[in-house]
């Protein structure tokens, strides 16, 4: 049983590079989200779906970009990376909106340079 | 001022020490409350769950809600090195996964 799968673990990348972390679930989730997690700042929700097809913001989302073609699928796109955007970012889902009983991967490391 | 504060620590203790851990909050309206545990390089894990006031306890674990306060706790009786991680408290209005606001966590450290 995997749950939440989360690709790549560790990222380096310089400033205004591109690229995609990937988070998939195998649990038939409906809702699915992103989160960054910084010392001293909790976790904050970037964007987030409530199944495919269906995005929407969350506390932070510029620089983000994100889409949900299957239920299983819910990768994050980071446009043109800056040196604010170094953090750990989490994926999380659960059986629907209104259940906050969230499973989380275990995270992607990025740092920008 | 933020809307949950949680003291970050480090918190280290003896093993078999009772430990409580605590967040305050300003929001009047959360109901729900929740304890996530997460273990260093991992992904955060739901330990505790909780609705309005009162406590609830599952093992060696006792999350306390203090509504009137904007005051809550976990309790970890007979604390073990396994217990090493640090804990987040989260909480929402509604029950709704979008809405949770997440204290900064509390590192725990449990000394064999």
């Known amino acids: 049983n995997a749950g939440v799968t989360q690709t790549p673990k560790f990222q380096v990348l310089k400033t205004g590079q591109s690229m995609t972390l990937q988070c998939a679930q195998d649990m038939n989730h409906e809702y699915m989200s992103w989160y960054r997690q910084d010392p001293g700042m909790g976790l904050r929700l970037i964007h987030y779906s409530v199944g495919a097809g269906i995005t929407d913001q969350g506390e932070v989302p510029n620089g983000y970009n994100v889409s949900r073609s299957t239920t299983e699928d819910f990768p994050l796109r980071l446009l043109s990376a800056a040196p604010s955007q170094t953090s750990v970012y989490f994926c999380a889902s659960s059986s629907g909106l209104n259940n906050e009983k969230l499973f989380f991967g275990s995270g992607t490391q990025l740092s920008v340079l | 001022q933020k809307e949950v504060e949680q003291d970050p620590g480090p918190l280290s203790v003896p093993e078999g020490a009772i430990v409580s851990l605590n967040c305050t909050y300003s929001n009047s309206a959360f109901q729900y409350f929740m304890w996530y545990r997460q273990y260093s390089r991992k992904g955060p894990e739901l330990l505790m769950y909780t609705y309005s006031s009162g406590n609830k306890e599952d093992g060696r674990f006792t999350a306390q809600v203090d509504k009137s306060s904007k005051y809550i706790s976990l309790f970890i009786r007979d604390s073990q090195p396994s217990d090493s991680a640090t804990y987040l408290c989260?909480?929402?209005?509604?029950?709704?996964?979008?809405?949770?606001?997440f204290g900064s966590g509390t590192q725990l450290t449990v000394l064999p």
């Open positions: 989260a909480m929402s209005e509604s029950g709704s996964a979008r809405q949770l606001t």
